[in-house]
């Protein structure tokens, strides 16, 4: 059987040394990292991740604040917002909660945060900087969470074959270029597969690693990996279980039950790569208030609680 890569043990390690250093910056320098994350409308899967990153900024004791609006809010207003933030040398991290209602046209949204502030790293001058390999880029919170799995569980990607399953621009395209980077925990030889892609086991059989970022339950069966590969299984999707408390469970992408018993290791869903997204936007808000106060955008002294 598979060893399985804990993500909520990771993410409660690296969340206590986050806020070890957190801590520290404060005391040395006055300044409490600031993260705001701004949800328009009521979707209760989106109200739940709002709030469970505030609750992780706080427990590292970081300054956090969410900001709600009504679904119908307009454009502009949600331009102007966003501008207040960028401008506030209390706040070093913007998240704005996607998806957003039609009204309000997300790619301008996304390109108005100050790129120093988007710890979510969507911002097309976080994503150029990502693809030419910038080692110091704020990089999107999943990849690199799927990242950290894999070198603090002994499975550097150096070397190896990883096939990433998913082309989105918020994991699959991300993770392939972190892995590609010539930077610790890249110097992998990827391979992207997708929808199109002619025969995915044929290709999944051929990697050391495989990411699965599909959004489609069993996408990856034992038959499509070769025996000792390990597998990070991105995929959240909820089915329907009678049998559950609420009606419904969470799955992954992987075929769980029939892959762990081919693979070195692999991670559950839940509590595999979800904790481990919350634990990076926390790492890139301390990094980005770092880089603020460097940078002079921090008035140093200046009332951070
Ligand atoms: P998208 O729907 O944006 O992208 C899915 C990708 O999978 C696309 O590139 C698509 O190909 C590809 N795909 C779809 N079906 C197949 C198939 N049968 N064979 C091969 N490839 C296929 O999803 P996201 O990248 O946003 O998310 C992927 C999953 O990860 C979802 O379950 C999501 O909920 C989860 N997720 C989890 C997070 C976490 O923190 N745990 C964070 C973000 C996402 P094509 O491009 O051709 O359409």
């Not at 739940?48 to 004791?61: E, L, N, P």
């Not at 790293?121 to 390999?133: A, D, E, K």
């Not at 972190?178 to 030889?189: Q, S």
Request: hydrophobic share 45%; net charge negative; aromatic share 2%.
């Amino acid at each position: 059987m598979a060893k399985i890569i804990d993500g909520r043990e990771l993410a409660k390690e690296i969340r206590a040394e986050i806020k070890a250093d957190a801590e520290a910056f404060t005391a040395e320098t006055g300044v409490v990292p600031g993260l705001v994350t701004v949800l328009v409308g009521e979707d209760p899967a989106s109200q739940q991740y709002v709030r469970m990153k505030g609750k992780a900024a706080d427990a590292v004791s970081f300054n956090s604040r969410q900001i709600t609006l009504p679904a119908d809010t307009p454009h502009d207003e949600l331009l102007g917002l966003v501008q207040g933030l960028n401008a506030d040398p209390e706040v070093h991290g913007i998240l704005v909660q996607l998806p957003l209602p039609d009204q309000i046209d997300e790619d301008v949204i996304l390109e108005t945060i100050d790129p120093a502030k988007d710890v979510d790293g969507f911002h097309p001058v976080n994503v150029g900087r990502l693809s030419i390999g910038d080692d110091d880029v704020l990089a999107p919170c999943t990849p690199a969470g799927v990242v950290e799995m894999l070198v603090r569980y002994g499975y550097d990607p150096k070397g190896k074959h990883v096939v990433v399953v998913g082309r989105s621009n918020i994991v699959g395209k991300p993770l392939a270029l972190l892995l590609l980077r010539k930077a610790p925990g890249g110097n992998a030889t990827v391979t992207v597969a997708h929808s199109r892609t002619a025969d995915l086991g044929a290709v999944t059989r051929t990697a050391d690693i495989v990411v699965a970022a599909v959004g489609v339950p069993e996408t990856v069966t034992r038959d499509m990996v070769k025996p000792g590969v390990v597998v990070i299984d991105v995929g959240a999707n909820q089915i329907e279980d009678p049998s559950a408390e609420r009606g419904y469970r969470w799955v992954g992408d992987v075929d769980f039950d029939g892959v762990s018993q081919v693979a070195e290791a692999i991670t559950p869903v839940p509590g595999g790569v979800g904790p481990m997204t919350i634990t990076m936007l926390l790492k890139n808000t301390l990094e980005a208030a770092r880089r603020q106060l460097a940078a002079g955008q921090v008035v140093e002294g200046a009332p951070t609680r």
